[in-house]
């Protein structure tokens, strides 16, 4: 059972900066990808950021120039750091491994971190 916890989340003013975290622990395939995913009330999940298993990163529109991925292999972790952060932001913001199996793809949510950009 693969288990994913998520830490770093706050309240942070519009501009200011944020760094979240992702525990990995229990994956027993090979990563084919992990990332982040912010989904706020009323909205669907989209991506934030996300690193393939070779070190290839992915930031959609939303937080390039702002957001950066990487992953602590041996400490089986998850960073995303979010510089200049804005209202728009604000959202629980989840870590997903994908893994390949047998049986193809299978994908583990955590249970989130809220981040608030308010003043």
């Known amino acids: 059972q693969v288990q994913l916890v998520e830490s770093g989340g706050g309240l942070v003013q519009p501009g200011g900066s944020l760094n979240l975290s992702c525990v990995a622990s229990?994956?027993?395939?090979?990563?084919?990808?992990m990332g982040w995913y912010r989904q706020s009330p009323g909205k669907e999940r989209t991506l934030v950021a996300s690193?393939?298993?070779?070190?290839?990163?992915n930031i959609p529109r939303s937080g390039a120039g702002r957001f950066t991925i990487s992953r602590d292999i041996a400490g089986n972790l998850l960073h995303l750091r979010m510089n200049k952060l804005k209202p728009e932001d604000t959202a629980v913001y989840y870590c997903?491994?994908?893994?390949?199996?047998?049986?193809?793809?299978?994908?583990?949510w955590g249970r989130g971190t809220k981040v608030t950009v308010s003043t």
């Open positions: 229990g994956s027993t395939a090979n990563i084919y990808e």
């Open positions: 690193v393939d298993g070779d070190g290839r990163t």
């Open positions: 997903r491994e994908r893994v390949i199996t047998v049986v193809g793809y299978c994908d583990s």
